[in-house]
C-alpha cells in the first residue's frame, strides 16, 4: 500500500510542529524508526496495510492547523 502525497505533507508539518525525531515518531505509531525514515522520505510504496492504518490513524488524532491568510 501507498499514502498519498497529502498524507505525506501532512506527516511531514505535523512531525516539524511537534519537534519530533524519526524515531520518536516511530515510537507513537508503533512502527520501526527504518520504516518511519522512509516513510518519511517519500520511500511509501510496498507499506503494509497495518502500516498505513497506523499512519491514519496517528493523522486523524492529530490534525494540522492550516493557516489562512483572509486579506
Do not use: F
Not at 520501526?32 to 507499506?47: E, F, H, P, Q, W
Request: glycine share 6%.
Amino acid at each position: 500500500m501507498k499514502i498519498t502525497n497529502q498524507q505525506l505533507e501532512t506527516l511531514r508539518i505535523e512531525r516539524g510542529r511537534r519537534n519530533l525525531t524519526i524515531s520518536s515518531l516511530a515510537q507513537q505509531l508503533g512502527i520501526s524508526r527504518y520504516t518511519m525514515a522512509n516513510v518519511i522520505n517519500g520511500k511509501t510504496d510496498g507499506l503494509r496495510s497495518e502500516t498505513v492504518k497506523k499512519i491514519n490513524s496517528w493523522l486523524a488524532a492529530h490534525p494540522s492547523k492550516v493557516v489562512t491568510n483572509n486579506n
